[in-house]
């Protein structure tokens, strides 16, 4: 079978000039903003540790919320492909970067803890089982040098909560 590639567009604008640019390292804001075609802009900047607005996304956000979002889509697809009906689904995902004292750094780990809700009847055993495999397609966790360890839970709509699988 033949290999597909895939190209993904994404334009950047910097609009943290506040009026003399990069004159000095407190002279610019930090803010950006992504789009994509007609997409919803995302409003962007640094981590608030390096001079971010709290209230905007951080590339080191993202790059987590990539990751939860790349095995939940691909996870959703093989329960469904198994029979398996999910009807809840949420990601408390969390990432592990060291900064170097030269400045540079390295994320080191990143935990996603997905919580899956299924219907009655569902096999909480296959849909826990699947969250391996979903792993490992994931294109985003392919693509990164650093582990990506998995925490799910698995529970039957109606079964107690001490049921989790």
């Known amino acids: 079978m033949a290999h597909r590639e895939h190209r993904y567009a ?3 604008d910097w609009t943290g ?4 640019g990069t004159s000095s390292y407190r002279a610019y804001s930090r803010d950006h903003t992504l789009s ?8 962007a900047t640094s981590d608030a540790a ?6 905007r996304w951080n590339p080191e956000e993202m790059l987590v919320g990539a990751l939860s979002s790349c095995h939940q889509l691909w996870y959703l697809h093989l329960c469904s492909a198994a029979g398996i009906v999910v009807t809840g ?13 030269d400045g540079g750094g390295q994320f ?11 219907a009655p009847g569902s096999d909480a055993g296959k849909a826990l089982a ?3 495999e ?3 397609k994931c294109f985003i966790a392919r693509s990164v040098n650093f582990p990506v360890r998995h925490e799910p839970a698995v529970e039957v709509e109606g079964e107690a909560a001490g049921d989790e699988r």
């Not at 007609?38 to 409003?43: M, N, R, S, V, Y």
């Open 108 to 118: 080191t780990a990143v935990v996603l803890r997905p919580r899956v809700t299924l």
């Open 50 to 55: 390096f001079r971010g607005d709290p209230a």
């Open 134 to 136: 979903a792993a490992e």
């Open 89 to 101: 689904y949420s990601d408390d995902a969390d990432g592990m970067m060291e900064e170097e004292t």
């Open 36 to 43: 994509a075609g007609t997409k919803p802009a995302i409003p």
């Open 10 to 12: 994404v334009r950047l």
């Open 17 to 20: 000039n506040l009026g003399t």
């Open 130 to 132: 699947l969250h391996h």
